[in-house]
């Protein structure tokens, strides 16, 4: 049975003027304890928005979401902050550790609403995490003392001191040069599998699920699985050796619509980009809608930010009129 299983998520907010954006179509995804998954898409395809909904920040409009075989869907917001709390581990981009705290500090963060041994013994669990990621000598050291790949490992240690059965990993590599971000999806593959490196002991007790969310083809080739997001739907990568192609050829962001190798998946606007190389390269795509406060992101319908803020002002002028 599955750990990670959606069937037919769809998410859809409500703009100002009153327009629905869709934004998740119909998106099925499984995913295995212990196995590693990336989803790569453009900017503005809802890839946040899944990340959202697979850990519990968010609901979807409809479907179902089933978390090794409970239906999260039906839970109350006490229940699903729990298990937010105890089943999943996050690891962003921009880091979000507190730079006021050492590193042992940061990581000790979860343990505070954890319970019994976990709680009364959390700094000498928050060390023996820092010793398996590298970082035993650096337990009292403050963020900014620290360098970028140093500050992502705090963060990783912090993701998974509670044993979480499911890693997220929003962008962990976008803050960091190549060769310090390969080191850290090193780290992180290590986790969520068995193996020989000093962390096999956290992946056996965890045996965590690993999700990238990731533009960067590079960092999604190295997944067992991968899947493009686009229209709203997640499109399985056929040969996920291609996006290691695709990145040599200089296009190691899915934003950047150069030469590169195929995905074998049809109608794949990324793929059609590439056919068109040899001729003359096509706009690029508009500002998309920031995402809204629940955390989503809009999908590739051609609606501008500067429609969105059109359809703002419209609506504060309605309110204005409606109060005078």
């Known amino acids: 049975m599955s750990l990670v299983h959606l069937r037919d998520v769809t998410r859809t907010v409500t703009l100002p ?20 998954v990336s989803i790569v898409g453009r900017s503005g395809t809802g890839k946040s928005t899944m990340l959202n909904i697979i850990g519990l920040l968010d609901a979807p409009t409809s479907g179902t979401y089933e978390l090794d075989g409970v239906d999260t869907t039906r839970l109350g917001e006490g229940r699903r902050a729990r298990m937010r709390g105890e089943d999943f581990g996050f690891v962003f981009q921009q880091f979000n550790i507190f730079a006021a705290r050492t590193a042992a500090e940061n990581v000790e963060v979860p343990l505070l609403y954890a319970s019994g041994a976990q709680l009364l013994c959390r700094r000498s669990i928050a060390l023996d995490m820092l010793e398996r990621v590298g970082l035993a000598d650096r337990a009292d050291s403050h963020p900014g003392e620290m360098s970028g790949g140093e500050q992502q490992r705090i963060a990783i240690a912090r993701a998974l001191v509670r044993r979480p059965r499911v890693i997220l990993a929003d962008e962990p590599t976008g803050a960091l040069d190549p060769d310090t971000g390969r080191a850290v999806m090193t780290l992180l593959e290590e986790v969520a599998r068995e193996s020989d490196s000093a962390l096999e002991e956290v992946a056996r007790e965890s045996d965590s699920a690993l999700i990238v969310i990731t533009h960067d083809m590079a960092v999604a080739a190295r997944a067992s699985r991968a899947y493009e997001l686009y229209d709203g739907v997640l499109h399985e990568v056929t040969d996920p050796g291609t996006l ?42 508009p500002a998309q809608v920031p995402a809204p406060p629940s955390g989503g992101s809009p999908d590739d319908t051609g609606v501008t930010a500067h429609q969105t803020m059109r359809a703002v002002r419209r609506a504060a002028a309605r309110q204005r009129e409606s109060e005078q």
């Open 244 to 285: 290691t192609q695709r990145a040599e050829a200089g296009n190691s962001s899915v934003d950047n619509t150069g030469t590169g190798g195929s995905t074998g998946i049809p109608g794949n606007p990324w793929d059609e980009a590439s056919a068109a190389s040899a001729g003359p390269q096509p706009p690029p795509p």
């Open 17 to 36: 003027d009153g327009e629905d954006l869709h934004i998740l179509r119909g998106v099925n995804l499984d995913v295995a304890a212990g196995e590693h």
